[in-house]
């Protein structure tokens, strides 16, 4: 069964740093394309970032030169680095296996950006 | 970027009845268009992938249809647990972009 667990999550203020990360397990990680997509509170989906198998990578405008999409297939990890951290970057974050559609979900990890 | 614009925003219906939720492109995205279902804290689940395709383990009574710049995913006969907020995705262009998303909730 495919699993992928998000952490990292947290309160942090303007302008802060967070590095979330999702294990992924039950599938071979590192064959497989990665994304984050987040959820705004009561809001829609929005698609963030992309990670192919071979490192390629894709970043909405909104999240672009702010975070950094990565991953360790030796520890079946993907991670978003996310700096200058905004108000309108709260919402659950959540990592999903593929990138054509998002087959496979994690439970996904709240993030709060509040002074 | 492709805008994708879903209508109606909600949809007031009764178990049984029929569901027919649309979802249009700013521009064509051929039929690579996916459907995916959200309950309230729950992570979304794929319904439908390249317009038509049912993922595993979901139901006949749902199916996807439409190719271009529009779309509609019809629920044949809504069951209990068909009422939550439905979300078009398109995967023609990056960057990936979702609908805004319809509520089907009970009339």
């Known amino acids: 069964e495919v699993q992928l667990l998000e952490s990292g999550g947290d309160l942090v203020q303007p302008g802060e740093s967070l590095r979330l990360s999702c294990a992924g397990s039950?599938?071979?990680?590192?064959?497989?394309?990665m994304s984050w997509v987040r959820q705004a509170p009561g809001k829609g989906l929005e698609w963030i970032s992309t990670?192919?198998?071979?490192?390629?990578?894709h970043y909405a405008d909104s999240v672009k030169g702010r975070c950094t999409i990565s991953r360790d297939n030796s520890k079946n990890t993907l991670y978003m680095q996310m700096n200058s951290l905004r108000a309108e970057d709260t919402a659950v974050y959540y990592c999903?296996?593929?990138?054509?559609?998002?087959?496979?979900w994690g439970q996904g990890t709240l993030v709060t950006v509040s002074s | 970027e492709i805008v994708l614009t879903q209508s109606p925003a909600t949809l007031s219906l009764s178990p049984g009845e029929r569901a027919t939720l649309s979802c249009r492109a700013s521009?064509?995205?051929?039929?690579?268009l996916a459907w995916y279902q959200q309950k309230p804290g729950q992570a979304p689940r794929l319904l439908v992938y390249d317009a038509s395709n049912r993922a595993t383990g979901i139901p006949a009574r749902f199916s996807g249809s439409g190719s271009e710049t529009d779309f509609t995913l019809t629920i044949s006969s809504l069951e209990p647990e068909d009422f939550a907020v439905y979300y078009c995705?398109?995967?023609?262009?990056?960057?990936?972009?979702f609908g805004g998303g319809t509520k089907v909730e009970i009339k």
């Open positions: 999903a296996r593929g990138f054509r559609w998002f087959a496979s």
């Open positions: 521009q064509s995205v051929s039929s690579y």
């Open positions: 039950g599938f071979t990680f590192s064959t497989h394309v």
């Open positions: 990670i192919g198998s071979d490192g390629y990578t």
């Open positions: 995705q398109q995967r023609s262009s990056w960057p990936l972009t």
